[in-house]
């Protein structure tokens, strides 16, 4: 089956159970062709199934709870392109059809087109796990007074949220302020030590540690990464 699709996109199986949490370097968007799953990733937590399409920023993280076998296929996606995290497109058939074109013909800016949101989901606010995710996402949060105000000891927060997302909420938390500066430093031209002020670092400096241990990469480098990304969306 892998056969009918070309190899600029990945198509996947995903068996029943559970996987760990994971990272991916480049951005992509998740069309799945059949199955359910339950995603606990760094846009919150997420209810999956045909029909939807799972798109995961430059090096955001997860883990899935497969339900049942999921066939999915994997569609790079440019850096500059801003997707809702879930989303169905309008003629589903249509971007099938587009993915599989895209094997005989460049067919980037119709599948890009076909990948507009026709229906945005909302992710899955069960337990309080999950509303410490939005709240960590949302705003700076501090862990103690979040615990306290919730009535939960600061210690099983940290157990519960490890179980639930396979992370930290001190980890979670973090990265998220790291991503957001992130998208500052690669879409706007604003000063390192302006963004990192708006994004609540230290300074300057304290935002480039963190971008590097993220990343692997500088602030500054991730600057060119941003030329590269817009000339190739001008062309």
């Given at each position: 089956?892998?056969?009918?699709?070309?190899?600029?996109?990945?198509?996947?199986?995903?068996?029943?159970g559970?996987q760990?949490?994971?990272?991916?370097s480049t951005?992509y968007?998740?069309?799945?062709?059949?199955?359910?799953?339950?995603?606990l990733g760094d846009?919150?937590?997420?209810?999956?199934e045909?029909?939807?399409?799972?798109?995961?920023h430059?090096?955001?993280?997860?883990?899935?709870r497969v339900s049942?076998?999921?066939s999915?296929i994997?569609?790079p996606?440019?850096?500059?392109?801003?997707?809702?995290?879930?989303?169905?497109?309008?003629?589903?058939?249509?971007?099938?059809k587009?993915?599989l074109?895209k094997?005989?013909?460049?067919c980037?800016?119709?599948?890009?087109?076909i990948?507009a949101?026709?229906q945005?989901?909302q992710?899955?606010?069960?337990d309080?796990?999950?509303m410490?995710?939005?709240?960590?996402?949302e705003?700076p949060?501090?862990l103690?007074?979040?615990?306290?105000?919730?009535?939960?000891?600061?210690?099983t927060?940290?157990?519960g949220f490890?179980?639930a997302?396979?992370?930290t909420p001190?980890?979670?938390?973090?990265?998220?302020?790291?991503?957001?500066?992130?998208?500052?430093i690669i879409?706007?031209d604003?000063?390192?030590?302006?963004i990192?002020y708006?994004?609540?670092?230290?300074d300057?400096?304290?935002?480039?540690?963190?971008?590097?241990?993220?990343?692997?990469?500088?602030?500054?480098?991730?600057?060119k990464?941003?030329?590269?990304?817009?000339?190739?969306a001008a062309?």
């Amino acid at each position: 089956m892998a056969s009918r699709y070309a190899p600029w996109m990945h198509y996947q199986l995903l068996e029943k159970g559970p996987q760990p949490r994971h990272r991916h370097s480049t951005g992509y968007a998740a069309f799945i062709l059949s199955g359910t799953y339950e995603e606990l990733g760094d846009t919150g937590r997420w209810q999956a199934e045909a029909g939807d399409i799972v798109y995961h920023h430059q090096l955001e993280a997860h883990a899935n709870r497969v339900s049942s076998s999921c066939s999915i296929i994997n569609i790079p996606v440019p850096g500059y392109l801003a997707l809702p995290p879930m989303f169905q497109v309008e003629h589903p058939d249509d971007l099938l059809k587009a993915l599989l074109l895209k094997s005989l013909v460049n067919c980037d800016e119709d599948i890009m087109a076909i990948l507009a949101p026709h229906q945005v989901k909302q992710p899955v606010i069960g337990d309080w796990p999950d509303m410490l995710a939005r709240d960590l996402l949302e705003a700076p949060t501090h862990l103690t007074r979040w615990a306290n105000q919730a009535g939960i000891r600061p210690e099983t927060v940290t157990r519960g949220f490890f179980k639930a997302y396979g992370t930290t909420p001190a980890r979670y938390r973090r990265e998220a302020q790291t991503r957001r500066a992130l998208r500052e430093i690669i879409c706007s031209d604003c000063a390192l030590a302006d963004i990192a002020y708006r994004t609540g670092f230290a300074d300057q400096a304290h935002l480039t540690r963190s971008v590097v241990g993220l990343t692997g990469t500088t602030p500054r480098a991730w600057r060119k990464v941003k030329t590269v990304q817009y000339g190739y969306a001008a062309g």
